[in-house]
């Protein structure tokens, strides 16, 4: 897989080796104004119909790990990154997902990822980072307004 093409020829590219069943919607950070970004979509928007999230290094597997489907973490410069910077977690072993640095690899961990997919490890996963997430936020802020604490 060539990096080097832009937005809908990246798009196409991984879509003909995924197959005509596939969709391939390419979001990048919105700060990094990139010509990768194939679509207005808001991301909140489209995580709930995606079928798999092929991320980096985005915080975003927090909150798609809500939704219980399966991500690919793609890395190809996870060594030269990690140089330099510190993780709040380990890639290679805390992350449910598997770990792709290879572009030619990409295609192929996207279509294994539904049998693959770590269901118990996201379970741990989002009970470690994301329990307070459970449809009671708004209650337990009010309770807290109210004196009546109880986390």
């Known amino acids: 897989m060539d990096c080097h093409c832009v937005g809908e020829e990246y798009a196409a590219e991984l879509e003909k080796k995924l197959g ?6 390419i979001k990048m950070h919105p700060r990094l104004h990139s010509g ?3 679509c207005d979509i808001a991301t909140n928007r489209l995580m709930p119909v995606a079928d798999v999230l092929v991320t980096d290094y985005s915080s975003l597997v927090f ?3 809500l939704y219980k489907k399966p991500w690919v973490i ?3 410069d996870i060594e030269s990154y990690s140089k330099g910077r510190s993780f ?3 890639y290679k072993t805390d992350m449910p997902a598997p770990l792709v640095t290879e572009g030619e690899k990409l295609a ?4 294994d990822s539904e049998k693959s997919f770590d269901r118990e490890g996201v379970e741990r996963f989002t009970e470690k980072y994301m329990s ?3 449809g009671r936020s708004t209650e337990r802020i009010i309770d807290s307004a109210l004196g009546k604490e109880r986390f």
Do not use: R, S
């Open 20 to 25: 005509e069943a596939w969709k391939v919607v």
């Open 36 to 38: 990768l970004t194939n």
């Open 63 to 65: 909150e798609y790990a």
């Open 74 to 76: 793609f890395a190809p």
């Open 88 to 90: 709040y977690l380990d």
């Open 108 to 111: 192929q961990a996207v279509l």
């Open 132 to 134: 307070a997430c459970d």
